[in-house]
């Protein structure tokens, strides 16, 4: 679907007639300032800026010329034999070879590591670099090989299209010729471009012209098939295996295409004879795209150039340059330095020298889908818009009566203008409507003006500004000059209006809009201007990019003449945006919306212009490229690398589509759209959820399809799709929520104002949409009693022809399971209700009529309770059961004990006594078996069970039911509470104890030693002190109390020294060992071979790896939890000497530390009963004591958890590991993880004041 669009010509006139080669240097890049001319006699330099032409020296009878890139020198060959190379810096000659016998053609290599020479005797002669001999055949000699000797590659073996297998058995229809020396006897070389193999096209002496194949050794290969009027010209195509050749056939002219094995493959059909029009030579551009074939037509005096290039195995004529014989081209050839591939250089006889650039293009009107491809005199029309349609064929055809070379496409006032650009340098303009894009009938012809007629194409950058004016550009030398047109419809002319000229080259050229031109320059400029109200180009600024120069000038969007987004890009290279490099090997670009698309090799990418970032990207075939878009479908159309077309409709343009859709409230448009492109269909909802709540009643007139409404329905889900799922297309927009809106309860506060507006609305179109919204919010129940009541009124009314209620029902078996419809119908205890459900389903009668017969025997109550029973309704099941009172009561104890249904039968049996008290029985039988005696108490006695009551209570030890249960079934109260002490003093529950033993015994000394046994000292004192208020004859503080409180202060303060005493030896030892390791790693030594084996006993929060100095054998592993703690105990003991003492210690002195400071309470009770007794030296001693132990504790923490222990969490990596740390990494993971950190003392207020002796 390309076209070749000129880039710039540029014009010299060369002080030089009759030359046959131009030398170009391939180290120099394109702009270089050099040429060498080489005549029939002379070798010339030419500098292109001074216009100074140097004779170098002079050969008689010059055949070919080469430049030879590694030794810097130009080489010679001429007719006699002689061949010289010349330094073109000092003109020095050297000889190379010499050939008595005379030379006709002399071919270097790709690589110039060889050179073929054909003599005068028809013998080819392969040289190296050095004109050292490698091999020598004869062209007369009739040495032609068989094609493959086991058929391979044979005519037979070959595919032949339409004409099928018969064409493998036609016979050849080659006849001898009748006098070869008729024929031109020219001979032609040409190498293939991997240097591997070269052709020579020579006369055969009985077969006539034919071509021979040789490998780089000058091995003979193969021989061209025989067939009569092959053409002296010969091109091996760079990038296949192709040989083109022309071909003239009885019927057509044509070029043929020979496969290596000397085969004809294919055929390029001319639009002239080659009898009348006679072609000079074949070159084919260095990247293999285009062909292009020099002719002389001496009948009416004009010598062309046509350029072809090949897709889908179709030849197109893309440009056609015509010459006059009066001053014919006497050189052409292709440019073969790095990016210069498709640089044509032309010489005519007068000397002037023509330098085209070309690149492909696309000539489109973007957005809308109408691509023009150019085919010699037709120009090819396809509206991607309606149809998708393969190259070559099309939607019409344009013919006119010459060859096109240019054409463009805009849009002016609601019509597409179409312009061209013939050989003739005629302009005809077509016009069309919009609504119909390619009926191009109307038309007007202008012709060049003569201040604008000179070569041949040398106007490049075509641009159709629509006004009726044209910008285009040529270049001469090393200026350019813009020249703007008019189309003069009174002189059917385009004549000259204005120029600006720029002292540098213009590449490529860009429409802004608003009278914007952007023209890029060889040195990377992008400059503006501006057409002016007088029909002037005004410069208005330049922007340098910082990059090559490109090919091809792309505007992203244009608005009060400024411009948004310039950008540029050079063919399978960068692309460029606002002059700064983004992305590389990019292999097509287009514009379409707020996205620039662009591809590389195998994937699409979307780059947003506003908020410059690639949003979205996807995978295509490999090598495709973006051929044009259409806007309103949201279609990228592609062309695969074999021309095979291929559409995409990208999610994120048809999102763009339909978002603007719904924001013109075009609901069915969008509709359409989103169904089309299996968009999710809760877009038409989240797009603006404010804007669509608002306009429901529109959506459901303009929605008309129930099955539509019904799909939308079913879709919608509890999320917001334009954060979501569609979150890279919204992802700058500002979603607009109503108020109170929450996004949990989207479905159903869209389903419930639909249902609002459809049920009000009575429209019976709706019927399907109301089920599937109450279906959608969880209310099938509701939807089934819509379908049995449109089902009762259809059975009032016998006309009805269609049922609804049929629809209705079989929707919903469609959008709910069957067997839960027929469940939630069954719920509903009406049987005719299920049997209709049943039978729409098409079940069986004989699985659920037993059943309902069944049913239909029972009463009411107990039919519900089955129906609930068999749907697992089992709270409602009791409802119906209980209902049915005592005669279905051990049935009802059963279920209610089936399903622990107690407390809600407690409820629903409030009004029957016998059903309640057999309930509390079985309630109280249930709390019992779980241990909740309390609770099984007090149903025990509700039912009436008081004894059962009692031990319950009994049990739990709750004193006050027990005395009343005791008294309520007549026992002994006092008999009672007593033998509850000793139970509450095994549970530690002194006080209650002492209480019960205090009411109902009769001795104090009993009661004040349970206090004393439980060492509530404090209260034992008061209430002894109280007694003896009364009885001042005993003194039971002496003989009783202050005995057991001494004791136990002796006890408590032995302990606490021991304590003390532990701590103290604890910290010093692992203070002593942290010492010893610091002292081994300072002197180099290694503190410990841990080889830790003991990974299964690490914290689980902590990653450890193993570390070893030397080779060991396989660690253990301890699987079962025994193993484990047994390990740990043992990696853990604090015997000395242990490698791992130190974790030990310091998980004993947390243990240690958090016991301790657990006495606070302890100390403070003893301290405050001392003091009552007046034993203020002890209580001082203890309380001086402890106070001691919590400040060692507290100065001691920072020293025992040191920060690399607090800090330790996971192990070090990396190249550069500290390995002292890495050990203590896996030391500490033996630590818990709580007790790595220094315990958090909670203390309180505990001691007297009044024993302080230091504030």
Not at 458 to 484: A, P, R
Not at 722 to 733: D, E, G, I, S
Not at 782 to 804: F, G, H
Not at 1043 to 1072: A, G, I, M, S, V
Request: glycine share 4%; aromatic share 10%.
């Amino acid at each position: 679907m390309r076209n070749l669009k000129l880039k710039f010509c540029t014009e010299l006139n060369a002080p030089v007639r009759d030359v046959k080669f131009v030398v170009l240097n391939p180290n120099d890049d394109g702009d270089s300032d050099v040429v060498y001319f080489v005549t029939e006699t002379k070798l010339f330099s030419y500098m292109k800026s001074t216009e100074v032409l140097k004779e170098l020296t002079e050969l008689p009878g010059i055949i070919n010329a080469e430049y030879l890139a590694l030794e810097t020198v130009i080489s010679l060959a001429s007719e006699s034999g002689e061949v010289i190379t010349v330094d073109p810096e000092t003109s020095a000659v050297t000889e190379g070879t010499y050939c008595d016998v005379g030379l006709l053609c002399m071919a270097w290599s790709p690589d110039q590591e060889l050179v073929v020479f054909v003599t005068k005797a028809h013998n080819i002669v392969v040289l190296n670099a050095n004109y050292d001999p490698v091999e020598e055949h004869s062209l007369g000699l009739d040495d032609e090989n068989p094609f493959v000797t086991v058929g391979w590659g044979s005519k037979e073996t070959q595919f032949h299209g339409s004409e099928g297998k018969e064409a493998a058995k036609k016979k050849s229809d080659y006849k001898l010729p009748e006098d070869v020396k008729q024929l031109p006897q020219n001979v032609e070389v040409h190498w293939r471009d991997d240097g591997a193999y070269f052709a020579v096209s020579y006369v055969n002496s009985i077969y006539g012209r034919m071509f021979k194949v040789f490998n780089r050794e000058g091995k003979f290969q193969f021989t061209s098939e025989k067939v009569n009027n092959l053409g002296v010209q010969i091109a091996w195509r760079p990038a296949e295996s192709w040989i083109a050749v022309p071909h003239k056939l009885p019927n057509k002219s044509t070029i043929g295409f020979f496969e290596m094995n000397g085969l004809r493959h294919r055929e390029l059909i001319l639009p002239f004879d080659l009898d009348v029009e006679q072609i000079q030579s074949l070159k084919y551009s260095p990247d293999s795209d285009i062909l292009a074939i020099e002719t002389k037509d001496a009948a009416q005096n004009f010598n062309y150039l046509y350029l072809y290039i090949v897709n889908n195995y179709h030849w197109y004529l893309k440009q056609t340059l015509r010459f006059s014989l009066n001053n014919p081209i006497t050189y052409f050839n292709w440019d073969n330095r790095l990016h210069e591939e498709k640089t044509l250089h032309i010489l005519l006889e007068d000397g002037k020298y023509l330098i085209y650039r070309w690149r492909f293009c696309i000539d489109k009107y973007e957005n809308f889908g109408v691509v023009a491809v150019i085919d010699g005199n037709k120009l090819l029309l396809t509206d991607f818009k309606q149809n998708i349609i393969p190259p070559p064929k099309c939607n019409r055809i344009l013919q006119l009566d010459k060859n096109i070379n240019a054409c463009t496409i805009i849009l002016v006032n609601q019509k597409l203008l179409l312009c061209v650009y013939d050989v003739n340098e005629d302009m005809t303009i077509f016009n069309s409507n919009i609504s119909k894009p390619l009926n191009f009938d109307e038309h007007s012809k202008y012709i060049a003006s003569p201040e604008l007629c000179g070569p041949p194409a040398v106007w490049g950058n075509f641009l159709f500004l629509g006004d009726g004016t044209i910008v285009t550009n040529k270049s001469d030398n090393s200026q350019s000059v813009m020249q703007l047109m008019k189309l003069d419809s009174v002189l059917t002319q385009y004549i000259p209006l204005s120029k600006f000229v720029l002292s540098t080259k213009i590449y490529s050229m860009a429409d802004a809009g608003n009278k914007i031109l952007l023209a890029q320059a060889d040195n990377a400029e992008i400059f503006k201007f501006i057409i002016t109200k007088e029909n002037t180009i005004e410069f208005v600024q330049a922007n340098k990019q910082s990059g090559p120069v490109v090919d091809q000038l792309i505007v992203g969007g244009s608005r009060n003449n400024s411009i948004n987004t310039t950008i540029a890009w050079k063919t399978n290279h960068n692309l460029f945006i606002n002059e700064e490099l983004y992305f590389n090997d990019v292999t097509s670009c287009c514009v379409i919306d707020n996205y620039l698309i662009f591809t590389k090799l195998t994937t699409m990418y979307f780059w947003h212009l506003k908020q410059k970032k690639t949003i979205a990207e996807r995978k295509i075939e490999r090598g495709s490229k973006i051929i044009t878009t259409v806007f309103d479908s949201g279609r990228v159309v592609l062309q695969l690398p074999r021309g095979n077309i291929e559409t995409v409709v990208p999610r994120i343009l048809s999102l763009g589509i339909v978002s603007k859709t719904l924001n013109q409230l075009r609901y069915k448009n969008a509709m359409e759209i989103v169904r089309k492109e299996r968009i999710n269909l809760n877009i038409i909802s989240d797009n603006n959820i404010e804007l669509f709540l608002n306009n429901l009643e529109l959506f459901l007139n303009q929605i008309d399809n129930p099955d539509w409404l019904c799909l939308f329905l079913n879709d919608l889900k509890n999320e917001d799709f334009t954060k979501t799922v569609y979150k890279f297309y919204y992802f700058n927009a500002q979603q607009m929520y109503p108020e109170n809106f929450q996004i949990e309860k989207k479905v159903v506060n869209i389903c419930e104002k639909l249902l609002s507006l459809m049920e009000e609305s009575k429209n019976k179109a709706f019927f399907l949409p109301i089920l599937s919204a109450y279906v959608k919010i969880g209310k099938v129940e509701k939807a089934l009693a819509q379908v049995w009541k449109q089902k009762y009124i259809e059975n009032l009314n016998t006309d009805t022809a269609d049922s609804l209620a049929d629809k209705g029902l079989q929707h919903l078996i469609q959008i709910v399971n069957v067997d839960e419809l027929s469940d939630i119908a069954l719920g509903t205890y009406d049987i005719g209700l299920v049997v209709y459900v049943l039978q729409k389903s098409h079940s069986d009668p004989k699985e659920f009529l037993p059943f309902f017969n069944e049913l239909k025997s029972y009463d009411t109550n107990y039919r519900c309770y089955k129906i609930d029973e068999h749907l697992k309704r089992y709270q409602k099941a009791l409802k119906g059961i209980t209902a049915c009172g005592e005669a279905k009561l051990d049935e009802a104890l059963e279920f209610i004990k089936k399903h622990n249904l107690y407390a809600l039968a407690l409820k629903y049996y409030e009004a029957h006594p016998n059903c309640y008290k057999s309930t509390c029985l079985a309630f109280g039988d249930y709390l019992r078996t779980n241990n909740k005696l309390k609770d099984a108490s007090i149903m025990y006695e509700r039912g009436d069970s008081n004894m059962q009551a009692f031990l319950s209570a009994k049990n739990i030890l709750d004193c006050g039911r027990v005395l009343f249960l005791a008294k309520k079934n007549g026992a002994d109260i006092a008999t009672v509470a007593l033998s509850l002490v000793p139970l509450l003093m095994e549970k530690g529950r002194y006080d209650e104890a002492y209480d019960l033993q205090k009411s109902y015994g009769n001795n104090i000394i009993d009661g004040v030693k349970i206090l004393l046994k439980g060492k509530v000292y404090n209260k034992a004192i008061c209430e002894v002190r109280l007694f003896q208020a009364d009885n001042n004859d005993i003194n039971l503080i002496d003989s009783l109390v202050l005995p057991e409180l001494l004791t136990h202060f002796q006890l408590l303060e032995e302990k606490l020294l021991e304590d003390k005493k532990t701590f103290e030896n604890y910290k010093e030892r692992l203070l002593e060992i942290r010492k010893k390791k610091l002292k081994q790693q300072l002197e180099g030594e290694d503190a410990d071979d841990d080889n830790i084996d003991e990974c299964d006993i690490i914290s689980d929060t902590t990653s450890v790896s193993r570390f070893t100095n030397s080779s060991r054998g396989t660690g253990k592993t301890f699987r079962s939890s025994k193993n484990r703690r047994k390990h740990a105990k043992k990696v853990l003991s604090l015997k000395p000497g242990n490698k791992f003492e130190d974790i030990a210690l310091i998980d004993a002195l947390y243990n240690l530390t958090m016991k301790l400071a657990t006495h606070q309470q302890i100390v403070h009770d003893t301290c405050g009963a001392l003091i009552e007794l007046q034993q203020d030296t002890d209580a001082s001693a203890l309380q001086e004591l402890y106070r001691e132990i919590l400040v060692l504790i507290k100065n001691s923490l920072d020293e025992i958890w040191i920060p690399e222990l607090m800090t330790a969490k996971q192990l070090p990596t990396g190249l550069n590991i500290d390995y002292a740390e890495l050990q203590n990494e896996q030391r500490y993971a033996m630590i818990e993880p709580v007790k790595r950190f220094k315990p958090e003392l909670k203390i309180f207020d505990w001691e007297h004041e009044i024993l302080r002796l230091n504030p």
